[in-house]
C-alpha cells in the first residue's frame, strides 16, 4: 500500500529555515505519471500549495513563496524535501506531501501531515 | 487567478440524509475538479476526480457533477463515517496554480 509520511522539526525560530521530507513507502518515485507536491494549511486558513517537483525534473513553486522555498527530491531513496528560509509566525501551518497523479490533475495520495510552528 | 468558492462552510445533517455541497469557479477550468475528504489529523482522500469520476474504492454513495461554473459533491444516505470536512480543488498545469475551496465541515 503506497504511502507518503513527512518528518522534521516541529518549532522553527523566526528568520531561521523550515526543513521537512517526504518519503513514500510501498513503491517507487521513479515511476512515470506522478509529480511530487507540498501543500500547507496555517491554522483556520485554506490548503494553499508550495510547490512541486516534477517526474522529469525541474521544479515550480507558488509565485507568493518562490523567493524563501527549495524543493528538492532524492528518487534513489524514496523522498522529497522542503527548505523555506527566513520563516515568520505566517508560517506557522501543517504542512502535508501528496502525489500529483498527472492525467487525473488530482492528489491520489497525501501524507497525514505535519505541524510546524515557528516561534522564539 | 482562479478563485472557488465553496459552500456551506458548515453543513449539519444526520445519519440516512441526502447532503450537497457546491464549489464555482471564477474561470473556466474544464473538467478538472476534484473532491477531498478530511479526518483531523489524518491524510485527505481523493474521492472524486474530473468533477464526477470516482476514485477507485469510494462508495457509490458519494457523486459529482457540474454545470457550467457550478461543481456539486452529493452523498446519498449519509454514514457514521462521512463526518468530515470536504474540500474541493482545482488545478491548471501551465503557469501551474492550485486552489482549493475553504472547505464544508460535515458535522453530525
Known amino acids: 500500500q503506497l504511502q507518503l509520511q513527512e518528518s522534521g522539526s516541529g518549532l522553527v525560530k523566526p528568520s531561521q529555515t523550515l526543513s521537512l521530507t517526504c518519503e513514500l513507502s510501498?513503491?517507487?518515485?521513479?515511476?512515470?505519471?506522478?509529480?511530487w507536491i507540498w501543500i500547507r494549511q496555517p491554522p483556520g486558513k485554506q490548503l494553499e500549495w508550495i510547490g512541486y517537483t516534477y517526474h522529469t525534473g525541474g521544479a515550480d513553486y507558488n509565485p507568493s513563496l518562490k523567493s524563501r522555498v527549495t524543493i528538492s527530491v532524492d528518487r534513489a531513496k524514496n523522498r522529497f524535501s522542503l527548505e523555506v528560509k527566513s520563516v515568520t509566525a505566517a508560517d506557522t501551518a501543517v504542512y502535508y506531501c501528496?502525489?500529483?497523479?498527472?492525467?487525473?490533475?488530482?492528489?491520489?495520495?497525501w501524507g497525514p501531515g505535519t505541524l510546524v510552528t515557528v516561534s522564539s | 487567478d482562479i478563485q472557488l468558492t465553496q459552500s456551506p462552510t458548515f453543513l449539519s445533517a444526520s445519519v440516512g440524509d441526502r447532503v450537497t455541497i457546491t464549489c464555482r469557479t471564477s474561470?473556466?477550468?474544464?473538467?478538472?475538479l476534484a473532491w477531498y475528504q478530511h479526518y483531523p489529523g489524518k491524510a485527505p482522500k481523493l474521492l472524486i476526480y474530473?468533477?464526477?469520476t470516482l476514485q477507485p474504492g469510494v462508495p457509490s454513495r458519494f457523486s459529482g457533477s457540474r454545470t457550467g461554473g457550478e461543481f456539486t459533491l452529493t452523498i446519498s444516505g449519509l454514514q457514521p463515517e462521512d463526518f468530515a470536512t470536504y474540500y474541493c480543488?482545482?488545478?491548471?498545469?501551465?503557469?501551474?496554480?492550485?486552489?482549493f475551496g475553504q472547505g464544508t465541515r460535515l458535522e453530525i
Open positions: 480543488q482545482q488545478l491548471n498545469s501551465y503557469p501551474p496554480e492550485i486552489t
Open positions: 501528496a502525489r500529483e497523479n498527472v492525467l487525473l490533475k488530482a492528489f491520489d495520495i
Open positions: 474561470h473556466d477550468i474544464n473538467t478538472y
Open positions: 474530473a468533477a464526477s
Open positions: 510501498g513503491g517507487s518515485m521513479s515511476r512515470g505519471g506522478y509529480s
